[in-house]
């Protein structure tokens, strides 16, 4: 069971991902997922939700393009 304190520091932790991902701030947000999983604060489907889109968009931009 997760203590009030814990849920309260798994929201701000998610609302910091969620922003920086909708902002671009994809390398940040990862930054932040990384440090969350480090103070034990177990990711939910929110927070890696939020990182999908941003994250395959700079995959996709970073991947050369190969014809033939």
Same mark, same amino acid.
Request: charged share 30%.
């Given at each position: 069971? %997760?203590?009030?304190?814990?849920?309260?520091?798994? #929201? #701000?932790?998610?609302?910091?991902?969620?922003?920086?991902?909708?902002?671009?701030?994809? %390398?940040?947000?990862?930054?932040?997922?990384?440090?969350?999983? #480090?103070?034990?604060? %177990?990711?939910?489907?929110?927070?890696?939700?939020?990182?999908?889109?941003?994250?395959? #968009?700079?995959?996709?931009?970073?991947?050369?393009?190969?014809?033939?």
């Amino acid at each position: 069971l %997760e203590t009030a304190a814990q849920q309260r520091r798994l #929201r #701000r932790e998610d609302f910091l991902i969620n922003a920086c991902a909708k902002g671009d701030y994809v %390398e940040k947000a990862l930054q932040l997922l990384t440090e969350m999983q #480090r103070k034990g604060l %177990e990711p939910n489907v929110s927070t890696y939700s939020a990182l999908i889109r941003p994250v395959r #968009r700079v995959t996709m931009q970073r991947r050369p393009c190969s014809v033939g």
